[in-house]
């Protein structure tokens, strides 16, 4: 089968409003695929469908072949899903949240291999009060990697990291889709789905405007004789910023 | 394989470890669970005990010289039933304290007390109280008029035609602190089980903890069982630590089984633990949860004979409180520790908890709620 994601007209009404209003597209195995959109346009709603966490009203989703309407805990076992801002309960070691996380798939797991995946092995046996915004994503990330999903999905992952912190990150997600893993995230930030993504979809007021490469849809603008202002330099300021401050991790507080 | 009933238990049980194993990481949670119970325990224990024997605060003022006096005074000072204060010297002073109810009664022994006669020591004890102490005052006097007549009959050979003689029985019947400490046990269930997870859940849906949860194939039932399983541990360990403070300090007398007792009180704290599961697992956020907390707990807490007795309450009140939840649960403790019931004699209490059980769950399995 060509595509792990296939996603048919898929609907979802709040009240009056179509908050998803025939949403369709398909995602390769070991793709990243982005959707962008600005605030209320679906986004993030269309991603709590595919992940079993909202009803669907109508249309399909399906992973992998299996429904998600129909089979919603056969799903579950298919599919990683890193929150929006993740979360974990005081007084837990590292080790223990990878633990309880492949225990909720029913596995035992080596923990520390999950976290040596993520460059946290040193802190294994610290609290999960005590990392950083960044240290808190790549965990979040590898729990959501411990039962060997095909799907992992990633709401905003960066919102909030530094420069370096972010591009740390661009590397493990990078990796993910790398072991045939087809990743689905949403952002804010251009640059981020220009760098990351293989494929992005536009979406506005709950429908699709456009699906395509980044190149692609960069090119298809300039095709309509699109003309920034100013010229376009070589470097920008977070260029100028790496430069000058580096790509290692500042967190190691 | 994937839906193997071994893999479902294992879920549960790394969840029963891990939970159970930060709980005891977090003080603030051990002080609420085991400390604040143990606080109560110390405040109800002080106020009960000694409930047994009665004892008076007098001054002695002696005024009398005479080896009589002298003998009485050592006799008094020895005694269990009163005990002297002295630093009161002058009736002034012993008038001023009695005002305070600082002193129950004063005994003041004239300069005549205990001057020798032709026939023996004679003399007049005078006992003074205020009005706030009379029944002080009056039972002080009592007390002291047996003592005088049993020094009396050794000076004076006198026939006595009509005595009465009392016998203490050998049965024990309960103390005030061995009522109380039920009562307290139930507040303490109360506190693990209803208010833990009614607190806890919210702020996890707050953080989104319990949504990514929902994510995974986790089941609300294997979620609610590792909980259960936490808190019957922390309860018994609490509960343990009541029993010896209570043994140790405040002489609770624990005459039933113990292996009884404990499978008693793990079903009472899963029982009560439901209505904590179904408040805390319906509710979204913690100002939702907490006026309908309060409307569930404390009628239960004042009426199931938490601190006060249910015998004391007005019939048709204890004809409604018999069926709430805790009551079961407190007298099934009560009838275990302090008559030595099994649970074979307490299947009313045993029943009560099981049918409660399924509705609490039932309910709590409806409403509960990820996010």
Known sequence: MEYMIEVKGLKKRYGDRMAVDGVSFSVKKGEIFGILGPNGAGKTTTLEMMETLRTIDGGSVTIDGIDVKSNPRAIKYLIGVQPQTPAFQDKSRLTEVIELFAAAYGERVDAMAFLRDVDLEDKAKSYVENLSGGQKQRLSITTALVHGPKVFFLDEPTTGLDPQARRHLWELIEKVRDKGISVIMTTHYMDEAEMLCDRIAVMDNGKIVAIDTPKNLIKQLLQRGFKKEQEVEQANLEDVFIDLTGKDLREDV | ?371
């Open chain 2, 1 to 371: 394989m994937r839906f193997s009933i071994k893999k479902q238990l294992l879920t549960v049980w790394m969840f029963f470890i891990i939970n159970t194993k930060r709980f005891f990481r977090d003080r603030l949670a051990i002080f609420f669970s085991i400390g604040f119970p143990l606080i109560f325990l110390f405040v109800f224990g002080g106020l009960n005990s000694g409930g047994g024997d009665i004892s008076f605060n007098v001054a002695l003022i002696n005024q009398s010289q005479s080896d009589f006096a002298g003998q009485f005074e050592t006799q008094l000072k020895d005694s269990d039933i009163v005990s002297v204060n002295e630093e009161v010297t002058t009736i002034d002073d012993a008038r001023d304290r009695m005002s305070r109810s600082e002193l129950d009664a004063t005994i003041v022994l004239p300069d005549t007390f205990g001057a020798l006669t032709e026939t023996g020591p004679t003399g007049n004890a005078q006992v003074i109280f205020t009005q706030n102490n009379a029944q002080s005052g009056a039972a002080l006097t009592s007390i002291l008029d047996q003592q005088f007549a049993a020094i009396n009959s050794e000076f004076v050979d006198t026939s006595v035609p009509f005595t009465v003689t009392s016998e203490q029985l050998n049965e024990r019947s309960l103390s005030a602190f061995d009522y109380a400490f039920a009562g307290l046990l139930g507040f303490a269930i109360i506190g693990m089980g209803i208010f833990g997870p009614m607190n806890v859940f919210p702020e996890l849906k707050k953080m989104g903890i319990l949504r990514r949860l929902s994510t995974t194939p986790l089941r609300v039932w294997q979620y609610f069982l590792a909980t259960m399983m936490g808190q019957a541990v922390i309860g018994i360990i609490g509960i343990a630590i009541m029993f010896i403070v209570a043994i140790a300090v405040f002489n609770l007398e624990m005459v039933g089984n113990w292996f009884e007792l404990g499978l008693f009180i793990v079903l009472g704290i899963t029982m009560i633990l439901g209505i904590g599961l179904a408040l805390g697992g319906w509710a979204k956020n913690e100002r939702q949860v907490a006026p309908l907390g309060n409307i569930i707990v404390f009628p239960m807490l004042f009426l199931s004979g938490t601190f006060f007795p249910r015998f004391l309450m007005p019939e048709w009140v204890q004809g409604i409180s018999t069926y709430l939840p805790l009551t079961p649960v407190i007298d099934g403790i009560r009838l275990i520790t302090t008559e030595g019931r099994h649970l074979i004699e307490i299947l009313p209490q045993l029943g009560l908890i099981g049918i409660w059980m399924v509705v609490i769950y039932i309910i709590a399995f409806r409403v509960f709620r990820w996010e």
